[in-house]
């Protein structure tokens, strides 16, 4: 299941948003109250002062007017006698004192009692007005809540906005920093705000990343200058070695394995100078892929004969391809070298189709829990014994040209590998 990731402007918005919700919560629960402790006040002191008043002016005059409005309705019964017909009944069973709110047809009322002598004084005051100022007084906060949350949802996009400027403003001056180039000192354009804080800090992590970019070009300016003098050397010795009449057939075999061993080295090594630097770019040159399967295989046999293994190799077709090919020799040979190094016993296939390279060998095969690891970088297996660099730097090579890889593998039964090209550059050539 997907995890939703709010954003930095997102999370600020609903932390306004949260920050209202909860006063308008305590807002609307300070207003409830409020008007109910109104309604309890209201109802209960004006039943009581009027039927207090009714009682004093009963007590002077007992032919005093009985109140009546459109709200207030007066009664006086004898105790023994039948009230009048628009009595509430329910008023009969009170106690003098009592104070309360009754339901008569529906309707809220607020009534109370009071006994003078055999006569029973009632005041009874209709609660309609009072509910309908609650309900508008309620309506009225229910809009000030929905407005107020409109408000902070617009307030805080725009106080959003105003936090997160400086933030855009960094991010657009990283996006225009190049590795290498002449380092932009950041901190200088935030002064001594937060935001400054974390671009000086940035500015500290470019002098460090500046200093790596030089460590590395260092390292393969020299790399590249001190593995090519040497190979420079034997490969102009070769020629001299060649030409000595007392060589016999088989030194001269020997002098050409070597010649062809270390131009493969020198291919290796301009394609490992090529992963090392970040420009995608390469020199456009056609690559017999034939010609490199060819070599590399008559360079290897002598390590499968030593293991007395059948090494085959077949070529479909010629197919040419537009790439480095020390990148084509790295990736042919690691992938043969491993197949001899884990097989025992049997057979390697070495083939050329129109679009793939394959190995093929008959080793012990790999489970389904290998697999997914075994183009990682310092991976071995359980019957592994090299380094974990082959395959992992196969599958850095395939990335940076468009090809991917395709592994079939049983236990007991053996490993292919195919190396599929890229369409597009099959049709180049």
């Known amino acids: 299941m997907m995890r939703f990731k709010a954003t930095l402007r997102t999370r600020f918005v609903g932390a306004v948003f949260l920050l209202v919700v909860l006063i308008c919560g305590g807002f609307f629960y300070a207003v409830h109250y409020f008007v109910e402790v109104l309604e309890a006040e209201l109802m209960e002191t004006a039943v009581k002062r009027e039927l207090h008043e009714l009682v004093d002016a009963y007590r002077q005059d007992p032919k005093t007017l009985i109140p009546h409005t459109n709200d207030l309705q007066g009664y006086i019964v004898q105790r023994g006698e039948s009230p009048p017909a628009a009595f509430p009944p329910v008023l009969l069973s009170w106690t003098s004192g009592r104070y309360d709110e009754i339901k008569i047809d529906g309707q809220e009322f607020y009534a109370g009692r009071e006994d003078v002598g055999n006569q029973s004084l009632f005041i009874v005051l209709d609660l309609a007005r009072i509910e309908s100022l609650e309900a508008r007084l309620i309506g009225i906060a229910y ?10 949802i617009v307030v805080g996009y725009l106080l959003s906005r105003l936090v997160m400027k400086p933030v855009s403003q960094l991010v657009g001056y990283v996006a225009t920093l190049e590795p290498g180039a002449a380092p932009v000192r950041l901190g200088e354009k935030f002064g001594d705000q937060e935001m400054g804080r974390i671009a000086r800090a940035f500015d500290h992590y470019q002098e460090r990343i500046g200093r790596f970019i030089g460590r590395e070009r260092a390292f393969t300016d020299d790399a590249s200058h001190e593995l090519r003098t040497p190979l420079a050397v034997v490969l102009s010795a070769l020629p001299l070695l060649q030409e000595e009449t007392a060589l016999t057939p088989q030194g001269r075999e020997r002098l050409a394995r070597i010649e062809r061993a270390a131009r493969q080295m020198e291919l290796l090594i301009e394609a490992l100078l090529f992963l090392a630097r970040e420009d995608d770019g390469w020199r456009a040159e056609p690559c017999h892929l034939e010609q490199v399967l060819n070599e590399t295989a008559d360079a290897f046999r ?27 020799t790295c990736v042919v040979g690691n992938l043969l070298g491993n197949a001899i190094q ?35 970088r310092r991976y071995r297996g359980a019957s592994s014994q090299g380094l974990g660099i082959g395959l992992y730097l196969v599958h850095r090579i395939c990335e940076r040209l468009g090809w991917t890889i395709e592994v079939q593998s049983a236990p007991g039964v053996g490993t292919r590998i195919d190396v599929v090209l890229k369409p597009e550059e099959l049709t180049k050539i």
């Open 143 to 152: 809009v000030v809540i929905l407005s107020a949350l409109i408000a902070a």
């Open 302 to 328: 002598p390590f499968a004969e030593q293991k007395s293994l059948e090494l085959a190799w077949t070529i479909d077709r010629p197919v040419t391809i537009l790439a480095p090919p020390g990148m084509a």
């Open 342 to 376: 884990h097989t025992r016993q049997g057979r390697i296939l070495l083939r050329l189709q129109a679009d793939r390279i394959i190995v093929e060998d008959t080793g012990p095969g790999m489970a389904d829990t290998e697999l997914s690891h075994i183009f990682e």
